[in-house]
T-cell receptor, first 113, second 110 residues
Framework: EAGVAQSPRYKIIEKRQSVAFWCNPI?????LYWYQQILGQGPKLLIQ????????DSQLPKDRFSAERLKGVDSTLKIQPAKLEDSAVYLC???????????FGSGTRLTVV | GENVEQHPSTLSVQEGDSAVIKCTYS??????FPWYKQELGKRPQLIID?????GEKKDQRIAVTLNKTAKHFSLHITETQPEDSAVYFC?????????FGTGTRLTIIP
C-alpha cells in the first residue's frame, strides 16, 4: 500500500512569514495526526482528526497554527506568522482508527531564520 | 494527560550484546504501547507494539515486556547488529492519542 505522503520535504522561511504543509494519509485511514518533532526530542502531538472532525487540538498554538482536513482525506497545517522556535520536523501520521499504531510520513523539515 | 519517561537517553553496546530501553507511563488507563525506530533523517517506523492484555511479545531479536502494575514497559534487543543503531521512541496511548518518550540514541559498537 502507498504510505503517508507529505510535502514539501524541506522549507526555509524567515520569521513572521507564513508556511503550509500538506499531508495525504493512507487510503481508508480515518485518523490523521500532525506531530511536531524538535531536534533531539520525541514527537509532540499538535492535532488529531477523526475523518474531518477535530478530536484533540489541545497542544496546537492556535494563535499561529491552524489545520484542516477537508472531506476527511488530505490535510494541511499552516503556521502564520512563524517564529524561530517553530523550527522542527512536522510529521503527519495516519491509522485506521485510534486503536491501531500509526504510519508516519517522511515529514517536512522547517527552518525559520 | 499522559506522561511518558524514557531511559537511558543514550546507550552504547558492543555488537552481539543485548540492549534494554525502559519507559514508564502515568495514565493507568493507557492500553497500547508501541515502539518506534527512527534512523537519522528518516520517519519513525513501528517495530513492535504490545497491548495491555499481554505481558510480553517477541518478534525475532526484539521483545517488549509490560508491567501494568508498575506502569512500565521495556524494549529488549538481542544479538545487536550495526543496523540497530538509531533513535528508539516508546509511546503510550491514553485518550485515543499516543504520547511519546524523549527517545534513546542506541549506538552499536562493531
Amino acid at each position: 500500500e502507498a504510505g503517508v505522503a507529505q510535502s514539501p520535504r524541506y522549507k526555509i522561511i524567515e520569521k513572521r512569514q507564513s508556511v503550509a504543509f500538506w499531508c495525504n494519509p493512507i487510503s481508508g485511514h480515518a485518523t490523521l495526526y500532525w506531530y511536531q518533532q524538535i531536534l533531539g526530542q520525541g514527537p509532540k502531538l499538535l492535532i488529531q482528526f477523526q475523518n474531518n472532525g477535530v478530536v484533540d487540538d489541545s497542544q496546537l498554538p492556535k494563535d499561529r497554527f491552524s489545520a484542516e482536513r477537508l472531506k476527511g482525506v488530505d490535510s494541511t497545517l499552516k503556521i502564520q506568522p512563524a517564529k524561530l522556535e517553530d523550527s522542527a520536523v512536522y510529521l503527519c501520521a495516519s491509522s485506521p482508527s485510534s486503536y491501531y499504531g500509526y504510519t508516519f510520513g517522511s515529514g517536512t523539515r522547517l527552518t525559520v531564520v | 494527560g499522559e506522561n511518558v519517561e524514557q531511559h537511558p537517553s543514550t546507550l552504547s553496546v558492543q555488537e552481539g550484546d543485548s540492549a534494554v530501553i525502559k519507559c514508564t507511563y502515568s495514565d493507568s488507563a493507557s492500553n497500547y504501547f508501541p515502539w518506534y525506530k527512527q534512523e537519522l533523517g528518516k520517519r519513525p517506523q513501528l517495530i513492535i507494539d504490545i497491548r495491555s492484555n499481554v505481558g510480553e511479545k517477541k518478534d525475532q531479536r526484539i521483545a517488549v515486556t509490560l508491567n501494568k502494575t508498575a506502569k512500565h514497559f521495556s524494549l529488549h534487543i538481542t544479538e545487536t547488529q550495526p543496523e540497530d543503531s538509531a533513535v528508539y521512541f516508546c509511546a503510550a496511548r491514553g485518550d485515543e492519542k499516543l504520547t511519546f518518550g524523549t527517545g534513546t540514541r542506541l549506538t552499536i559498537i562493531p
